[in-house]
């Protein structure tokens, strides 16, 4: 290898591999893939922080029902409500225990019945929502408000959160099928380019595999060229696929939390940690593809 | 050393048209330091036992030894390297078109991991002893098939392999030219390389007596 080294210094490039591995199609092909592969990549950790808020925010969520608010409670020291109020208050596991006023529960059902409870009549049951900081199930707290308040209903987020992380999942998994299919294009092409140069090359290579030239010296040669355009391809792919990524993110901010300007620098740190490894994977899938490829090929030589 | 034990060699593209073996049962022996003279008429198989020497074929059957190395148990590592010590003028120059006259005379030596300046005396001599130092950065496609031939005979011979292989080397030269790549190849075979040459000159043969093997339709009808 050094003597390949010695001679590409001195002599740049000995057999011909600029003109047989074109600097345009492969560049060109590998960066689209890149740009695929950073989309993917950007979709990936976007599940992933979904995930992690929605399943947090969610899983934690009581939503308390008691109806005939109003009624004695069991043991007649007051209203249901303010039995229930009282129970919550005494749990250490129940945190922000808040109750929807009047106005917040005409807002929840108006979109269903079109006007306030009150205009037509309506007995509504007293809401209370609340976060679940506790590590167990909340079925004591339920049994223990129902027998304060016959009927009080707990609903919690779990079953959602487990629905949530369910479809995140398989969105993740989607994603890194992208990106794995992406590598394999990637090589694909690599491979077919190395192909086509290998057999445009094919008089030179057995002259220099004649004189002696070792065939790991003869694959590098190649893996070297194949490494450098799969490289650069993959910058160009990836500094294009930034902007598209912040604007994406932008989009999704809402979701995600507080909204910010469209900008690289308000993309996730785990994605901007990242990007910068995709030209290094699409180097490696450059070099080690070209090693194989033409590897391979220098099998069919005596 | 080179020794042919009942070697055979057959093409497959050969096969397909009826003529299976382009060298049947050729066995002989050429001492470290020898010179042989190949010959035949066209078509008599001495392209096809050059390449067995110089590691381009793999025989059929037979036990060939190249260098005191079994050219049949080599890793591809090893046959690289084992090519490394045998200098080839091809029929048809095999000069790499990418590269000038001198760049293709360093080639082998580059190959061999030598020096850039030991490269640079010796590619320089060589190019002067075949009359081309003058043109030494001009590409094969500038040179006439006379020069081109030179240039192949110089890259063949720069490295001072242990073994030298020529196929019709004056096939292009005129006798000027012919007898003055004679000198270095009897000089270098007087320096211990084994030399072995294909050709149609009879008058070169004449002139230069060394031992002969003579093929017909693929076989060795002569050894001596």
Known sequence: MAAWCMMARHRGDLLGLRSALSDRLLPVLVGAMSFLAALALGGALACANLAQSWQGDTAAALTIQIPQPADPDAGNDGTRLAAVQRALAANHDVQDATVLTTAEMNRLIAPWIGGDAASLGLALPAIITAQWAGSGSSDALAAQLQQLSPGTVIRTGAIWAQRVATLTTSLQGCALAVLLIVALVAAAVVAVATRSGLAQLRDTIEIVHGLGALEADIATRFAGRATWLALAGALGGTVLAAPVLAWLAWLASPFTGPAHPASLFNLPPALLALLPLLPACAALIGWSTAQITVRGWLRRLP | ?224
Not at chain 2, 10 to 16: K, L, S, V
Not at chain 2, 37 to 43: D, E, I, K
Not at chain 2, 106 to 130: C, F, N, S, Y
Not at chain 2, 167 to 190: C, S
């Open chain 2, 1 to 224: 050393m080179i020794r042919f034990d009942d070697v055979w060699l057959r093409y497959h593209h050969a096969a397909r048209d009826g003529e299976a073996e382009a060298l049947r049962a050729v066995s002989f022996e050429i001492e470290e330091g020898g010179f042989r003279w190949l010959t035949g008429p066209s078509g008599a198989g001495k392209t096809s036992l050059l390449k067995l020497i110089y590691l381009a074929e793999h025989p059929a059957r037979g036990r060939i030894e190249i260098l005191n190395t079994r050219a049949n148990r080599l890793t591809r590592r090893d046959a690289a390297l084992l090519r490394r010590r045998i200098g080839v003028v091809y029929q048809d120059f095999r000069l790499l078109p990418q590269l000038d006259a001198y760049d293709n005379v360093a080639l082998p030596m580059r190959l061999a991991r030598r020096g850039e300046a030991q490269v640079k005396a010796d590619v320089t001599e060589i190019l002067r002893w075949v009359g081309l130092a003058h043109r030494m950065h001009a590409r094969p496609d500038e040179l006439s098939g006379g020069e081109q031939q030179r240039i192949a005979i110089a890259r063949a011979v720069v490295a001072r392999p242990r073994l030298l292989v020529a196929d019709e080397p004056t096939g292009n030269l005129d006798d000027e030219q012919a007898q003055r790549l004679m000198l270095l190849i009897t000089a270098l075979n007087k320096l211990g390389t084994t030399v072995v040459v294909a050709t149609h000159n009879a008058a070169l043969v004449e002139h230069y007596p060394f031992p002969r093997l003579s093929l017909e339709n693929g076989r060795l009808v002569h050894d001596g």
